[in-house]
T-cell receptor, first 118, second 114 residues
Framework: GAVVSQHPSWVICKSGTSVKIECRSL??????MFWYRQFPKQSLMLMAT?????????EQGVEKDKFLINHASLTLSTLTVTSAHPEDSSFYIC??????????????FGPGTRLTVT | GDSVTQMEGPVTLSEEACLTI???????????LFWYVQYPGEGLQLLLK?????DKGSNKGFEATYRKETTSFHLEKGSVQVSDSAVYFC?????????????FGKGTKLSVIP
């Protein structure tokens, strides 16, 4: 149980275009989802926290107009990188927490999405 | 604020060697402590956890004991395998109702050679 998927697993896009990454909880309802960014050989940087049906809370220094997060349902959150540039290339990881059928407060991580902007 | 400090890598060991990755933390109250493992090209997997002082988390031959007196949660394994090659992250979660956010260390890359 407690499986989180991400799609796509990797994506290459051209500079100036937008790309959407999906995060799904497959067997539980995710009341809260987190989006992280991981630079090569570095730790995870929390970008934002989203609760179903409400606006995401962004960490300091993260541009909310560039990284659009939508948590429209209890099983799906999306991260859209708008007008992507090469410096947005990174590994993006989502995680989810739930209240029923999973360990409360524990984050379950997706497998990550490798974004390369050319 | 909360912080996690873990030993810098990379760490290279021969198969069947002993492993210790040090982790210390700074936090108020009684946080829960975690070790996550990240295999190449993949997301994070929970390896083990401990939620209170003196608890020992264990999984797949790895162990870590929550030491409040030294604010440490060192990861140990008696005999590593090539398949243990990965990046290991120590993390804490602040105690309290509604507390979900994790604070991660910088990660330690382990390479095990045959």
């Amino acid at each position: 149980g407690a499986v989180v998927s991400q799609h796509p697993s990797w994506v290459i896009c051209k500079s100036g275009t937008s790309v959407k990454i999906e995060c799904r909880s497959l067997d539980f309802q995710a009341t809260t989802m987190f989006w992280y960014r991981q630079f090569p050989k570095q730790s995870l940087m929390l970008m934002a926290t989203s609760n179903e049906g409400s606006k995401a809370t962004y960490e300091q220094g993260v541009e909310k107009d560039k990284f659009l997060i939508n948590h429209a349902s209890l099983t799906l959150s999306t991260l859209t990188v708008t007008s992507a540039h090469p410096e947005d290339s990174s590994f993006y990881i989502c995680s989810a927490t739930g209240l029923a059928g999973v360990t409360t407060y524990e984050q379950y991580f997706g497998p990550g999405t490798r974004l390369t902007v050319t | 604020g909360d912080s996690v400090t873990q030993m810098e890598g990379p760490v290279t060991l021969s198969e069947e060697a002993c492993l210790t990755i040090n982790c210390t933390y700074t936090a108020t109250g009684y946080p829960s402590l975690f070790w996550y493992v990240q295999y190449p090209g993949e997301g994070l997997q929970l390896l083990l956890k401990a939620t209170k002082a003196d608890d020992k988390g264990s999984n797949k031959g790895f162990e870590a004991t929550y030491r409040k007196e030294t604010t440490s949660f060192h990861l140990e394994k008696g005999s590593v395998q090539v398949s243990d090659s990965a990046v290991y992250f120590c993390a804490l979660r602040r105690s309290g109702a509604g507390s979900y956010q994790l604070t991660f260390g910088k990660g330690t890359k382990l390479s095990v050679i045959p």
